[in-house]
């Protein structure tokens, strides 16, 4: 009994000293963090780099702005700020919008619209840049009319049996530059207002500023020898030879073109110098009519591979007197020809006209000689 017991004791010792060490090593009692003060210097100098981090995400408005101030618009009111939010009541159609621009001169924006229209917002976004801190609240109540293609140009449409004019506009804002606007690229948010407070869904357009001029074999003396105007059909297209007549089916006249030609200098200014006679089948041109036609101003050739030539100055003389037309900058004719292909011997010049579906309607060529 006594070894029994004896035995029984130290066990029970032993079992004590393990548990008391099993406790010991696995202290599940939370565990007491000791609190460390914060520099404010240093989190001050945190906050500062976050800060100017987060400024050199956000793209720069300098240069957005710039755009802003060297731009000339009839009607139009600088505002600091966004311009109010859109309900998108009324609808704005761009299709007819211009997409090159050039110094100087600058370019338009054609509207149609389901309201009735009385004026635009308008913020500009220089290429890497944010939108402009301000925007220009346009009165479109200041532009008179609607605006349509002009028919000048190369050709005379007055004086054909048939007159084509592109889709006409609600409206046109006529933005022009400062000296300041440099050839560039940038885009341009807008959107349209009526009398009731009703704004469109603002639309972001991108246009190319372009210089004067374009490359060294366009340059120089051309004189043409032919035009093929028509509509897409082989059939319909009519070819006039220069120096020879054309008297069409369908007309009661005659014509000759006697001469056109075409100069585009190296500092970017054209002239255009041409003489046309007409007369009506039962009669000769000694009792016909005549025109003697002087077009000035300056060309350019685009990154779309298009000529366009801005007019400044029209000169018609014929034999009841002489008709001057001079535009200022920023009111100019402009026309664009589409299709330009050319080498040191050839030019060929195509007005290529599209219906609102993009189908072909017609198209006028030119083809030139080099003097």
């Not at 490359?215 to 009519?238: A, S």
């Amino acid at each position: 009994m006594k070894n029994y017991a004896k035995i029984n004791l130290v066990l029970l010792l032993s079992i004590s000293i393990l548990q008391f060490t099993s406790c010991g090593g696995s202290d599940d009692s939370p565990e007491v963090k000791k609190e460390v003060a914060e520099d404010p210097m240093k989190q001050q100098e945190e906050e500062k780099e976050e800060a100017e981090e987060k400024e050199e995400e956000a793209p720069s408005t300098e240069e957005s702005n710039k755009i802003v101030d060297n731009v000339i618009i009839k009607g139009a009111t600088k505002v600091e700020g966004m311009p109010p939010t859109p309900n998108k009541a009324i609808s704005m159609d761009l299709t007819e919008v211009d997409k090159n621009a050039f110094i100087n001169e600058g370019f338009d924006i054609p509207v149609v619209s389901d309201a009735e229209v009385q004026g635009l917002y308008l913020q500009f976004k220089a290429a890497d840049g944010g939108l402009s801190d301000s925007y220009l609240d346009v009165d479109l109540t200041t532009v008179s009319g609607k605006s349509a293609k002009k028919t000048r140009g190369l050709v005379d449409y007055g004086h054909r049996s048939f007159n084509l004019s592109a889709k006409d506009t609600d409206f046109t804002a006529q933005v022009s530059f400062t000296a300041e606007i440099e050839p560039q690229e940038f885009c341009y948010v807008v959107c349209v207002y009526d009398g009731a407070g009703n704004i469109s869904e603002p639309q972001e357009v991108c246009i190319t500023v372009n210089s004067w001029g374009g490359p060294v074999d366009l340059v120089g003396e051309w004189e043409m020898t032919k035009q093929v105007f028509g509509e897409p059909d082989e059939n319909d297209k009519v070819t006039e030879i220069v120096g020879e007549e054309l008297c069409e089916d369908d007309s009661d006249y005659c014509y000759i073109i006697d001469y056109l030609d075409l100069t585009l200098s190296a500092d970017g200014t054209y002239l255009i110098e041409r003489y046309d006679r007409e007369r009506s089948k039962d009669s000769t041109y000694e009792n016909g009519e005549w025109w003697k036609t002087t077009q000035e101003g300056n060309w350019s050739y685009t990154n779309e591979k298009e000529l366009v030539l801005v007019e400044y100055s029209y000169i018609e003389e014929d034999k009841d007197g002489v008709e001057v037309d001079v535009y200022e900058v920023g009111d100019a004719d402009v026309y664009e020809y589409n299709d330009v292909t050319f080498d040191l011997q050839g030019l060929i010049i195509k007005d290529n006209e599209y219906d609102g579906q993009g189908n072909l309607e017609y198209t006028d060529s030119f083809y030139f000689d080099k003097k």
